[in-house]
Nanobody, 123 residues
């Protein structure tokens, strides 16, 4: 199983980025997908999750109204559209896969993880 994130980078506060996570080696439609982020010295934090069919989503309060998670099961890809970015959104963002999961925000639910992509928001 491989999860490969892309789309990270440097952006000014108020800007937007779209992260993608391409999955291979698994039956994508059987996995709930999540995005987490981590800052050095801090625990990994849940950001957003989506259920297997894409009709149910879940967000941490700090990103509600700014971030949108979506998925394309035909392309084995999950996305995180990030708008109105803030400096406190700076982190390494990871996607994760949870087979038969409901898209909860609990990191131990997720069996597979990507290598992460850096997002830096300047003030």
């Amino acid at each position: 199983v491989q999860l490969v994130e892309s789309g990270g980078g440097l952006v000014q506060a108020g800007g937007s980025l779209r992260l993608s996570c391409a999955a291979s080696g698994l039956i994508f439609s059987t996995y709930a997908m999540g995005w987490f982020r981590q800052v050095p010295g801090k625990e990994r934090e849940f950001v957003a999750a989506i259920n297997r069919r894409g009709y149910s989503t879940n967000y941490v309060d700090s990103v509600k109204g700014r971030f949108t998670i979506s998925r394309d099961n035909a392309k084995n890809t999950v996305f995180l559209q990030m708008n109105s970015l803030k400096p406190e959104d700076t982190a390494v963002y990871y996607c994760a896969a949870d087979q038969w999961g409901a898209g909860r925000g609990i990191s131990t639910d997720y069996e597979y993880w990507g290598q992460g992509t850096q997002v830096t928001v300047s003030s």
